[in-house]
C-alpha cells in the first residue's frame, strides 16, 4: 500500500472555475500534511500546510483535512492559467521528519 | 525572502565517479534533508541531518551515499561511486522546526552516463 496516494490527472479546469485536488494517505498516525506546486523541471513550492482537521483558507487556496477518512484535499478557487501545474501531497507521520510524497497531480487551467 | 540555493544546477558525471552536490540551506535553519526526483516519478526522501549528525535515512540512503556539514552553511550530499540509477533531480530542503515545513532548493540534475 502507498503511503500517499493522489489521482495523477489531468485534470483540466475553465479559467475562473474550482479545481479540486485529492489526497489519501496510509498512516493514521500521520500528523502534518502539506500541499506543494511543482512546474515542470523545477522545486516544490509550498502553497500551504494542515495540521488540523476541517478547513484551512490562505488566499484562493482551502486545504480540507478529514483525518477520520485519512482524507486531504486542495481547492483551488477562481483557477488561473499560471496555476497550471503538478500538485504534491505530502505527509509527515507521527515520528520522524520525512514527508512521504505523493505522485502529483497534473492540473491544467484553461483560458 | 530567505531561500535554500543548490549547486552546480546540472551534473554530468561517468558511472563510477564520485559527485558531491552542495546546499546552502536558509541561515536559521536547524534541519536539513535531500530527496531525490527520478524523472516522472514522486519526490522521494533520502536522509534529513540536524545537529551533525543523521536522523533519518531511507532504504535508497545506502553505503555509496554520505552527508556532511563541512561549515557552518554549506550542506553536501556525496555519491562514492555513481551509478546510471542514481540519475535524478536532488533536491535539498530545510526547515526551522521538526515536523514543520520545508523549503526546498532549486536543484541538482545529475546525469550519470
Known amino acids: 500500500q502507498k503511503e500517499v496516494e493522489q489521482n495523477s490527472g489531468p485534470l483540466s479546469v475553465p479559467e475562473g472555475a474550482i479545481a479540486s485536488l485529492n489526497c489519501t494517505y496510509s498512516d493514521r498516525g500521520s500528523q502534518s500534511f502539506f500541499w506543494y506546486r511543482q512546474y515542470s523541471g523545477k522545486s516544490p513550492e509550498l502553497i500551504m500546510f494542515?495540521?488540523?482537521?476541517g478547513d484551512k483558507e490562505d488566499g484562493r487556496f482551502t486545504a480540507q483535512l478529514n483525518k477520520a477518512s485519512q482524507y486531504v484535499s486542495l481547492l483551488i478557487r477562481d483557477s488561473q492559467p499560471s496555476d497550471s501545474a503538478t500538485y504534491l501531497c505530502?505527509?509527515?507521520?507521527?515520528?520522524?521528519?520525512?514527508?512521504?510524497f505523493g505522485t502529483g497531480t497534473s492540473l491544467t487551467v484553461i483560458p | 525572502e530567505p531561500e535554500v540555493t543548490q549547486t552546480p544546477s546540472h551534473q554530468v558525471t561517468q558511472m563510477g565517479q564520485e559527485v558531491i552536490l552542495r546546499c546552502v540551506p536558509i541561515s536559521n535553519h536547524l534541519y536539513f534533508y535531500w530527496y531525490r526526483q527520478i524523472l516522472g516519478q514522486k519526490v522521494e526522501f533520502l536522509v534529513s541531518?540536524?545537529?551533525?549528525?543523521?536522523?533519518?535515512k531511507s532504504e535508497i540512503f545506502d553505503d555509496q551515499f554520505s552527508v556532511e556539514r563541512p561549515d557552518g552553511s554549506n550542506f553536501t550530499l556525496k555519491i562514492r561511486s555513481t551509478k546510471l540509477e542514481d540519475s535524478a533531480m536532488y533536491f535539498c530542503?530545510?526547515?526551522?522546526?521538526?515536523?514543520?515545513?520545508?523549503?526546498f532548493g532549486p536543484g541538482t540534475r545529475l546525469t550519470v552516463l
Open positions: 530542503a530545510s526547515n526551522f522546526v521538526s515536523g514543520s515545513e520545508q523549503f
Open positions: 494542515i495540521y488540523s482537521n
Open positions: 505530502a505527509v509527515r507521520k507521527d515520528t520522524g521528519n520525512q514527508f512521504y
Open positions: 541531518f540536524y545537529n551533525n549528525e543523521i536522523s533519518e
